[in-house]
């Protein structure tokens, strides 16, 4: 079994650009954790052995009204 496990940094700035430059000096100097926030784990459940396919509008009707 697979998990994903994805971890949650807050950092405090006023752009997106700011952010990032700020956590990467962060990453330089090994003080991450001091951001960090949470960790979220994930199992891997049925339906996420394969990515996602997008679906029409139409299908999604058709589907919708024929009851498939």
């Known amino acids: 079994m697979e998990y994903r496990i994805i971890r949650v940094y807050r950092v405090a700035a006023g752009s997106q650009a700011e952010a990032t430059d700020r956590?990467?000096?962060?990453?330089?100097?090994?003080?991450?954790?001091?951001?960090?926030?949470?960790?979220?784990?994930?199992?891997?459940s049925v339906g996420d052995s394969r990515p996602a396919v997008p679906v029409s509008w139409w299908v999604l009707v058709k589907r919708q009204l024929l009851g498939r």
């Not at 330089?28 to 199992?43: A, S, T």
């Open 23 to 44: 956590f990467m000096e962060a990453l330089e100097m090994r003080v991450e954790r001091d951001y960090h926030v949470r960790d979220i784990v994930k199992g891997e």
